[in-house]
């Protein structure tokens, strides 16, 4: 499985992005796709995830109802709309994939790609 992740940046507080991970190499629709992110001297914590045969979605309490997870199952892509972005928000964001329906813990992750920095000023 291979997970390549895009659509970091640098942008003002208030302000959007949007990330994407391409998907690759899943053998079976029974995975979980999420996005964790790590900000300087914090631990790597889990940020939002889709269920890829159902599209059941679940947040972070800190990013709720200003993020949105979605997948493409055409592009095998899945996508995270980060809106009214916030300092704190700043970190790299990974893409990670896990055998099941959930995907919440670092330690459960099965795939990951590599990190895209985002940043946000205040």
């Known amino acids: 499985v291979q997970l390549q992740a895009c659509g970091g940046g640098l942008v003002q507080a208030g302000g959007s992005l949007r990330l994407s991970c391409a998907v690759s190499g899943l053998t079976s629709d029974n995975y979980a796709v999420g996005w964790f992110r790590q900000a300087p001297g914090k631990e790597r914590e889990f940020v939002a995830g889709i269920t890829w045969s159902s599209g059941l979605t679940y947040y972070a309490d800190s990013v709720k109802g200003r993020f949105t997870i979605s997948r493409d199952n055409a592009m095998n892509t899945v996508n995270l709309q980060m809106n009214s972005l916030k300092p704190e928000d700043t970190a790299v964001y990974y893409c990670?994939?896990?055998?099941?329906?959930?995907?919440?813990?670092?330690?459960?992750?099965?795939?990951w790609g590599k990190g895209t920095q985002v940043t946000v000023s205040s």
């Open positions: 990670a994939a896990k055998r099941g329906v959930w995907v919440r813990a670092v330690n459960g992750v099965d795939y």
